[in-house]
């Protein structure tokens, strides 16, 4: 299976909760005549939405759809998952990165295309923990192409693979491929998974990522509409049009049902295309009398009724079968990955979740590096206790992996960035703690520069850590020359403790950083902690003094600090 079929499969089976209970539940209350009506509002990604309504309807109909003598009607409702995700993280008082609205009404249900956008409101919202989440449908994310392309490459006697295309990205080729923004698609995101996972995750790996993603990154749209719309419909633009996208099965079927001059093409790529999973989502805050209808009406999406409204929509079933009518794209394997996870939830847990959640937000992290210019000043601890070998990485010592981890990273960041770098211990410039060594500057001219910088950083074998008085000078110095339209930020690597006789003390630091602060001109402190030897609450005590936006991540294994710097990148929120 491969890393997109993994993620989306371990979503799936860490966030079901209940089900069938549920239903068991619904049962014991369904009997006896109406006595009152109660209402359940679902909302439904756009493509399903029809399928949903169709079958409630007919539910309804029936004597069944009862709760406690009292009968059931549902609105469905059809909105893009994006709009809804924000709805719903702004009501758990945060947001998505990237993701922008939440105007949309906040569900009893909510069936998104993905158990990705389950993971994503709730890595940023704890306390989002919504009950139920197994998988209604399926569709699995494809290679769409225009058809005289795809022949070109071979299809549909040949089996491609994601690093196929990966190398058709990195290599110059003709392909003019596009996506969706996968902060705000799942099948653009299920694509960037796959083609993270082809790249591997040596330095050589990476490089191809970067310029895979920076090739998708020149052709992006908000929406599944604009991007299909730029696929060609004369044979003169098959050699000038969109040439290739990651979507799902179903949009490849809708575009083909208008019949166009050039139909499209969907490619089954190997490792097995990841499935969108459609999870049947009750939301927390739903009192006892809605979740019992809201398993009922489940219930009813199990039965054929719905199997074929789903074919109708161009849609399978959770386990990949179809209902009458479906006919699959051309060159389809006869048996597609299914949206239920093997071995069911008892198989995997919430470390599964987690898991899924750290890919998801180091992919979406390279996206934001490359796509969503900032402006940063990059802080690195240059103390003694940089000098300690970590076992994992080789006996490469702590700063040696930091500057590993932050040259990739500068790789990362396109021309658009400017970037700057301080180094800090204590008494590094007279008895101030930190020395200023790259003003922030645009990379189209500091790129040099500032790999000059990160090759001479070299710890201070004697020097302590002055966090404290760095730290506000960094937020000062970001917010002095701060820019609209950028994310300005400061990001700050350390491995301990303030220890800095003379310096600021944490509540002379806390004052000085909310008496900077200008809601205006907010400025993002970032600080990643190296090892266990930090202090996760005294550096969440600074995070939170900076703003609501800042956060902290804690590489307690050093070697993965890089896979930490892009989560941080991607994310909004921290310890």
Same mark, same amino acid.
């Given at each position: 299976?491969?890393? +997109? ?15 069938a209970g ?24 756009t493509?399903?939405?029809?399928a949903?309504? +169709?079958a ?9 759809a ?16 994006a ?10 008082g945060?947001?998505?990165?990237s993701?922008?609205g ?5 569900p009893d ?30 569709s ?9 392309v ?13 690093s ?13 491929p ?6 705000r ?12 996972g ?20 020149a052709?992006?749209s ?11 419909? +004369? ?10 996208a ?24 190997d490792?097995?295309?990841? $499935?969108l999973?459609?999870p049947?989502?009750i939301?927390?805050e ?13 219930q009813?999406?199990?039965?054929t ?56 937000s ?20 240059i ?8 076992p ?8 040696? $992996?930091?500057?590993r981890?932050?040259a990739?990273?500068l ?17 590094l ?6 020395q ?6 645009p990379?189209s ?17 004697t020097?302590?850590t ?5 730290a ?8 002095t020359?701060?820019?609209?339209g ?11 403790v303030?220890e ?5 003390t944490?509540?002379?630091?806390v004052a000085?950083l909310?008496?900077a602060?200008?809601?205006r ?17 005294e550096?969440k ?12 991540? $804690? ?19 921290g310890?």
């Amino acid at each position: 299976m491969s890393i +997109t079929g993994i993620v989306v499969s371990a979503a799936t089976a860490a966030l079901v909760v209940i089900g069938a209970g549920s239903w068991l539940g619904y049962q014991r209350l369904s009997a006896g005549d109406c006595s009152g009506q109660v209402r359940l509002d679902v909302t439904a990604a756009t493509e399903i939405a029809g399928a949903v309504q +169709t079958a409630a309807d007919a539910w309804t109909k029936g004597e069944d759809a009862q709760v406690d003598g009292v009968c059931v009607k549902v609105n469905v409702a059809a909105v893009d998952p994006a709009a809804a995700a924000a709805a719903i993280a702004a009501k758990h008082g945060v947001s998505l990165p990237s993701v922008n609205g939440g105007k949309a009404a906040v569900p009893d249900v909510w069936i998104p295309d993905s158990s990705t956008w389950l993971l994503r409101v709730s890595r940023e919202a704890p306390g989002f923990v919504p009950t139920d989440t197994v998988p209604v449908a399926g569709s699995p994310v494809v290679l769409a192409m225009p058809a005289p392309v795809a022949q070109q490459l071979g299809w549909p006697a040949k089996q491609l693979k994601w690093s196929d295309l990966l190398g058709q990205l990195t290599a110059g080729k003709s392909l003019r491929p596009g996506i969706v923004d996968p902060t705000r698609d799942a099948a653009g995101l299920t694509g960037l998974l796959a083609l993270g996972g082809a790249a591997g995750n040596d330095a050589a790996g990476a490089t191809r990522k970067v310029r895979a993603l920076r090739e998708l990154a020149a052709n992006t749209s908000s929406i599944r509409q604009d991007l299909v719309e730029k696929f060609p419909r +004369t044979a003169e633009e098959v050699t000038t049009g969109l040439s290739a996208a990651p979507l799902s099965e179903e949009d490849v079927l809708a575009y083909n049902a208008d019949k166009p001059p050039i139909p499209l093409a969907a490619l089954y790529l190997d490792p097995a295309p990841a $499935v969108l999973n459609y999870p049947f989502a009750i939301m927390p805050e739903v009192d006892p009398q809605k979740s019992q209808a809201a398993a009922g009406l489940h219930q009813a999406l199990r039965g054929t009724t719905f199997l074929n409204a789903l074919a109708a929509a161009g849609l399978r079933g959770p386990d990949g079968k179809a209902g009458a009518g479906f006919t699959a794209p051309a060159g389809a394997p006869a048996e597609v990955a299914t949206a239920i996870p093997a071995g069911g939830a008892a198989a995997q847990g919430t470390s599964a979740a987690a898991q899924a959640g750290t890919a998801i937000s180091q992919v979406l992290g390279s996206w934001a590096a490359i796509t969503q210019p900032g402006r940063v000043l990059a802080v690195f601890d240059i103390s003694g206790s940089m000098l300690k070998k970590v076992p994992t990485a080789g006996g490469l010592t702590r700063a040696e $992996v930091t500057k590993r981890a932050a040259a990739q990273g500068l790789q990362l960041f396109d021309d658009k960035w400017a970037v700057g770098t301080w180094f800090f211990s204590t008494d590094l410039v007279g008895s101030q703690a930190w020395q200023p060594k790259v003003p922030i500057s645009p990379l189209s001219s500091a790129r040099t520069q500032l790999n000059d910088a990160l090759n001479e950083m070299q710890p201070k074998k004697t020097g302590d850590t002055g966090l404290f008085d760095t730290a506000l000078a960094a937020y000062k110095t970001v917010k002095t020359g701060w820019q609209a339209g950028r994310v300005n930020s400061v990001i700050l690597f350390t491995d301990g403790v303030n220890e800095n006789d003379g310096g600021l003390t944490e509540d002379e630091l806390v004052a000085g950083l909310k008496k900077a602060r200008d809601p205006r001109k907010p400025v993002r402190m970032v600080i990643i902690g190296i090892g266990t030897e930090v202090d996760r609450n005294e550096l969440k005590t600074i995070a939170d003094a900076s703003g609501s936006s800042s956060g902290v991540f $804690v590489a307690e294994d050093p070697a993965k600090i890089n896979e930490i710097f892009l989560q941080a990148i991607a994310t909004r929120t921290g310890a």
